[in-house]
């Protein structure tokens, strides 16, 4: 039997978008409604939606107003939204390797203290959990994943800093996620990988896709700069598995 769902909240977002919220917090199960909406969208076009944007609890919703208006597109939307959810787009698991603390993530020793952990603890915690991907955004690339252990959920720094290296791990309240290009950034930063989520001149340009699930596992510098070099050349370090 299908779950039941509330309908979602539809809010206006200037003149020419649409909000549809599932959620007012961080959920999977909202995540979920929110990708298949887009991947029904996707699949059923409907005449002037130009764009959509989905983000944790919410998929934004681009339309041309002069091919529809707000309200004949409302119906349309909260009646695909009502749908039950299939596993018509299934996910891909991955493997992404990590260089944990020192030159690699700095705030590692400052995060374990705060959380009362030796630094091996707070690595074995982070790696252990399945991640699910639930958006990309902020930079080109930047993974949100959801499924962090509760025991490592921390409020973000106090000063953000201006400047944070490609291929971060970092983690900011309840999430963690992957950076693939330099930038600012207000999370605690664990560890860095040399896998590249987004690379403008490799096919696939962005690897990583809402609704992929992944784990994290443990690798030394030296492993990190074997790898840094082969991802630099275009070679996807990451591991697919079957799902």
């Given at each position: 039997?299908?779950?039941?769902?509330l309908?979602?909240?539809?809010?206006?977002?200037?003149?020419?978008?649409i909000?549809?919220?599932?959620?007012?917090?961080?959920?999977?199960?909202?995540?979920?409604?929110?990708?298949?909406?887009?991947?029904?969208?996707?699949?059923?076009?409907?005449a002037?939606?130009?764009e959509?944007?989905?983000?944790?609890?919410?998929?934004?919703?681009?339309?041309?107003?002069?091919?529809?208006?707000?309200?004949?597109?409302?119906?349309?939307?909260?009646?695909?939204?009502?749908?039950?959810?299939?596993?018509?787009?299934?996910?891909?698991?991955?493997?992404?390797?990590?260089?944990?603390?020192?030159?690699?993530?700095?705030?590692?020793?400052?995060?374990?203290?705060?959380?009362?952990?030796?630094?091996?603890?707070?690595?074995?915690?982070?790696?252990?959990?399945?991640?699910r991907?639930?958006?990309?955004?902020?930079?080109?690339?930047?993974?949100?994943?959801?499924?962090?252990?509760?025991?490592?959920?921390?409020?973000?720094?106090?000063?953000?800093?201006?400047?944070?290296?490609?291929?971060?791990?970092?983690?900011?309240?309840?999430?963690?996620?992957?950076?693939?290009?330099?930038?600012?950034?207000?999370?605690?930063?664990?560890?860095?990988?040399?896998?590249?989520?987004?690379?403008?001149?490799?096919?696939?340009?962005?690897?990583?896709?809402?609704?992929?699930?992944?784990?994290?596992?443990?690798?030394?510098?030296?492993?990190?700069?074997?790898?840094?070099?082969a991802?630099?050349?275009?070679?996807?370090?990451?591991?697919?598995?079957?799902?």
């Amino acid at each position: 039997m299908a779950a039941e769902f509330l309908p979602p909240r539809i809010l206006p977002s200037g003149d020419a978008a649409i909000t549809v919220e599932f959620s007012r917090r961080i959920d999977d199960d909202a995540n979920r409604r929110v990708l298949a909406l887009d991947r029904l969208i996707a699949a059923e076009p409907i005449a002037g939606i130009t764009e959509t944007v989905p983000t944790y609890r919410s998929l934004l919703v681009h339309y041309d107003p002069l091919q529809i208006d707000f309200d004949s597109l409302v119906p349309r939307l909260i009646a695909l939204a009502a749908r039950p959810m299939t596993d018509a787009s299934a996910s891909r698991h991955w493997r992404i390797p990590v260089a944990y603390g020192g030159e690699h993530g700095i705030d590692l020793y400052d995060v374990a203290r705060t959380l009362s952990l030796t630094p091996d603890a707070l690595i074995a915690r982070h790696t252990a959990p399945v991640y699910r991907v639930a958006m990309i955004g902020f930079t080109p690339g930047w993974s949100y994943l959801s499924g962090l252990d509760a025991t490592l959920e921390l409020s973000r720094r106090q000063e953000p800093r201006l400047h944070t290296p490609p291929g971060t791990i970092s983690i900011g309240g309840v999430q963690t996620g992957i950076q693939c290009i330099a930038g600012p950034s207000g999370w605690h930063l664990l560890g860095q990988t040399p896998v590249r989520t987004y690379q403008l001149h490799r096919d696939p340009v962005f690897l990583l896709e809402p609704g992929d699930t992944l784990n994290l596992y443990a690798i030394d510098a030296k492993t990190f700069a074997e790898m840094d070099r082969a991802a630099e050349r275009g070679d996807i370090i990451a591991e697919l598995a079957a799902s």
